[in-house]
C-alpha cells in the first residue's frame, strides 16, 4: 500500500476518533445545562451614529494625526471589551461610520466617546441610540483575545 494512502487512512481514523469524542463531550455539556431559548439572550447594548462634525477644516497632517490616534482609541476600546463593533460608511455622506458599544449606560459610552481625538477636534459628531441583540459572535460577553 503506497505510504500516502496509508497517511490519508490515518488522519481519516483520527478524524472519526476526534468527531466521535467531540459529539460525545457535546452532548454531556448539553445535559448538564439547559436550552437557552434566542430572545432569552437578548440584552441592550449602545448604537452610535458617527456623523460629520462642525469643524472639518483641519490641514492635512492634522486630519492624518487625529485619524491615527481615532484608529488608536477604537483598537484600545475594542481589546477593552466596551467596543464591539466599528467601521465607516463607504459613500463620503454625512453619516460617517458605526460604533456598537457593550456598556451599562448611556454616560459611559459618552465618556468614552470623548476619548476619541476625532470628536474631541470635532472632525466627528454622534448620535448615542439603545440598541439589543443576542450576546453571540462578536457580541460575546468579555475581552476579545489578541494573538
Request: glycine share 8%.
Amino acid at each position: 500500500m503506497p505510504k500516502a494512502i496509508k497517511v490519508l487512512m490515518i488522519a481519516v481514523m483520527c478524524l472519526g476518533v476526534y468527531s466521535s469524542t467531540s459529539a460525545q463531550q457535546q452532548n454531556k455539556a448539553d445535559t448538564l445545562k439547559p436550552k437557552q431559548r434566542l430572545e432569552d439572550q437578548i440584552k441592550q447594548y449602545w448604537f452610535v451614529m458617527l456623523m460629520t462634525g462642525k469643524n472639518r477644516t483641519h490641514d492635512s497632517a492634522t486630519a492624518a494625526k487625529i485619524q491615527e490616534g481615532h484608529m488608536a482609541n477604537i483598537n484600545r476600546l475594542y481589546y477593552e471589551g466596551k467596543l464591539k463593533v466599528a467601521g465607516p460608511f463607504g459613500d463620503n455622506g454625512n453619516w460617517r461610520g458605526i460604533f456598537i458599544f457593550d456598556c451599562n449606560t448611556k454616560e459611559e459610552v459618552e465618556n468614552l466617546l470623548n476619548t476619541d481625538p476625532a470628536i474631541a477636534s470635532g472632525r466627528l459628531a454622534y448620535e448615542v441610540h439603545p440598541w439589543w441583540t443576542a450576546s453571540m459572535g462578536s457580541f460575546a460577553p468579555g475581552k476579545p483575545h489578541k494573538d
